[in-house]
């Protein structure tokens, strides 16, 4: 979903994330930078776009899923791909970027990959959101397939936090300003699940996937493509 935010809101957001101080998870590879919601990742603003997302997308995320956990990212100038693979606790995962586009080197890379495949409900969170060694075997055995949505300021990805999922290679010039910035926000928890009888991808045809979400399982489906006016905040 591409022009997600209004460019007021846009802004103030990159504003937001470039002068404040709450970025001091550094305890992730390759230098990355986070900050969570409980720790200071949070304002008006955030909360807005946070309300107004479920009245956009009442059957994608509505009434029925709350908000459970809210996080920004700051990494670069150079990270590989496929080192964050892993799936996230909740039942609907929307990651959007604020960073300018000029500050990326590769308008092909820098944004999302997306597998086809489900964490396994037997496995605990440190298993699924952290296990490299187990989730990459996993995903060969399942022939995993992905989709790569490459980077853009003000691009948004809304998808099954159940899919694996990881940043693409980042390649990003230098300066702190260059950084490159995504939000995450995550819907809903993932034990809310009530009809997960077997897991998205192979071997799964005509059986209903483990979608959070009713609309997800539309065949075709383009997108939500309603703007999210959040200006001001």
């Not at 990355?32 to 807005?48: E, K, S, T, V, Y």
């Not at 479920?54 to 009434?63: H, K, Y």
């Not at 495949?117 to 989730?135: C, E, H, K, M």
């Not at 809903?188 to 009809?195: K, L, N, P, S, Y």
């Amino acid at each position: 979903m591409d022009d997600f935010l209004t460019e007021e809101a846009l802004d103030e957001l990159y504003r937001f994330s470039l002068e404040s101080t709450v970025w001091f998870g550094n305890r992730y590879a390759h230098g990355r930078l986070g900050a969570l919601m409980q720790d200071g990742f949070i304002c008006p603003l955030l909360m807005q776009i946070a309300e107004e997302l479920r009245d956009a997308l009442p059957r994608l995320i509505g009434n029925r899923y709350p908000l459970r956990q809210m996080w920004g990212f700051k990494c670069g100038p150079q990270v590989p791909a496929d080192v964050t693979t892993h799936a996230d606790f909740a039942a609907v995962n929307v990651n959007f970027w604020v960073t300018p586009d000029s500050a990326n080197t590769d308008e092909h890379s820098g944004g999302l990959v997306v597998h086809d495949v489900d964490a396994p409900l037997s496995w605990g969170f440190d298993t699924y959101n952290g296990r490299q060694d187990l989730i990459r075997p996993f995903l060969q055995r399942r022939r995993a397939r992905s989709m790569t949505i490459p980077y853009r300021q003000n691009r948004a990805v809304i998808f099954n936090s159940d899919l694996f999922h990881a940043s693409d290679a980042v390649c990003f010039r230098p300066g702190y300003e260059n950084l490159r910035i995504n939000v995450t926000m995550l819907y809903g928890d993932r034990e809310e699940e009530v009809h997960h009888p077997r897991l998205s991808g192979l071997g799964t045809a005509g059986v209903r996937p483990a979608w959070r979400s009713a609309a997800f399982t539309r065949t075709g489906m383009k997108g939500v493509h309603s703007r999210v006016s959040c200006g001001g905040g």
